[in-house]
């Protein structure tokens, strides 16, 4: 996984390229009635239930924005909120206050959303060995705070790109030559080249699972779009020569069955391209 340094870095480059955004070269609207020692002050006003996200996220931009605007927290990340609740107050520059809104709400209503979510399917695994993970599937350039709120959300991170693991797809094996070709290339590419990552290795069926044990140094077996009773056999299989994790068209009503078949992980790209936003708003009082 990255560096949390690498982490808070792809956090700045979020909040400075949306305010280029959506700022650009002034918010005009403040600044053609606002006069700019006005103060003021707002509140985060819930209009839904959830889980709420993007709390601290929120005191990023804020302090990118404007790092005399002051904020006073009454709920965190990671707690349930309902309709009514207020998490914060800002109060300073009213320029600043409305230059932050959109990008405060836009991000807060997003992470809220995947971090509810993911919460729900940590709860339908509760009593398994099984632990939700999240994928690649995110929207472009907000993915670091999108595998925040599924981390707030109580499931757990998958790779973050394509450079902090392996992962060895159905189209990697096939354009490889084959499963063994691809995993022996792998190592001898990670050996000539200093690195240091995990193997991941996709299997569409069970003779696959059967190839990709007679090699070493795979990390854990991806078992995608399996049935159940594969599922089973699959992980009986594997034992405990690697970890296991399923995958493939894995929704609210089939996560249990598929965790009670013995996997370690299921990842789920629905936990964060297939949510409704909370709905969430700044308003001033």
Sequence with gaps: MISEAQFQNELHLIISNAIREDVGAGDFSSLACIPPSTKGKAKLLV???????????????????????????????G?????????????????SILKSERLVLNSMQR???????????????????????DTRKTTPGFRACEKWAVKIGGGENHRFALYDMI??????????????????????????NSLDLKIIVEARNLNEIKEILTNEG????????????DTRKAVVLIG????????????????????????????????THSIYNMDLSLKAF
Excluded: W
Excluded at 59 to 72: A, Q
Excluded at 241 to 263: D, F, P
């Design 47 to 77: 209009k839904d239930e959830g889980i709420i996200a993007g709390v601290s996220f929120a005191k990023m931009i804020f302090e990118y924005v404007d790092s005399e605007l002051e904020i006073e927290t009454f709920i965190n990340d």
């Design 218 to 229: 795979v990390f854990r077996i991806l078992i995608d779009n399996f049935n159940y009773e």
């Design 167 to 192: 992962m060895l797809k159905d189209n990697h094996n096939d354009f490889a030559g084959g499963i063994t070709a691809a995993i022996t290339k792998t190592k001898a590419y990670l050996k000539e």
């Design 240 to 271: 405990d020569k690697c970890l296991t994790e399923s995958s493939g068209n894995i929704n609210e009503t089939t996560i249990r069955s598929y965790a009670e078949c013995g996997v370690n992980y299921i990842s789920s790209g629905a936990l």
């Design 111 to 133: 992470m809220s959303a995947i971090a509810t979510k993911t919460q729900k399917y940590v709860r339908l695994l509760e009593g398994t060995n099984s632990k939700i993970l």
């Design 79 to 95: 707690a349930p909120v309902k309709r009514g609740d207020v998490v914060f107050h800002v109060s300073g520059s009213s320029q």
